[in-house]
């Protein structure tokens, strides 16, 4: 064992005699900039790569609760799923609360919308 703490501080005194020896000169133009941008690029990559990861982990266990819940409820609750009772009539009154419904429910989407693309815009402008 002795050797083999010798012969390690050998490799370091090596080491440091080699890089005192290099050559001190200063580093190209715009290397620092160069690799700035490569440190941020892959730090984007990172980011989208947590996302993708989380919105797939996300995506598949709403699956498998959807898929799970149609199961038990089919075999082990024996519900029967079919929609065998007589079709909804709706009365004129109905269609214009429905209409108002879908109205606000359409509002809400577009300004959605217009909140996601003003926040990548203030995204984009944040990264440059």
């Known amino acids: 064992m002795h050797w083999l703490k010798k012969k390690k501080m050998k490799q370091d ?8 020896a290099r050559d001190k000169g200063d580093l190209p133009y715009g290397f620092e900039s160069r690799m700035m941008n490569k440190v941020m690029l892959e730090a984007i990559r990172k980011r989208k790569r947590i996302n ?3 919105f797939s982990l996300v995506s598949a266990v709403s699956l ?8 038990l409820l089919k075999y082990y ?6 929609l ?3 079709p909804i009539k709706f009365s004129p009154e109905s269609y214009a609360i429905f209409g108002f419904y879908f109205y606000i429910a359409f509002l809400v989407l577009i300004l ?3 909140d996601a693309f003003f ?4 995204h984009k402008s944040e990264e440059s």
């Open 13 to 20: 005194n090596a080491l440091k005699k080699v890089l005192d």
């Open 52 to 54: 993708f990861f989380a």
């Open 64 to 71: 498998f609760l959807i898929v799970g819940t149609v199961f």
């Open 77 to 82: 609750f024996q519900v029967d799923l079919t």
């Open 84 to 86: 065998s009772e007589k």
């Open 112 to 114: 959605l919308g217009i």
């Open 119 to 122: 926040r990548s815009l203030k």
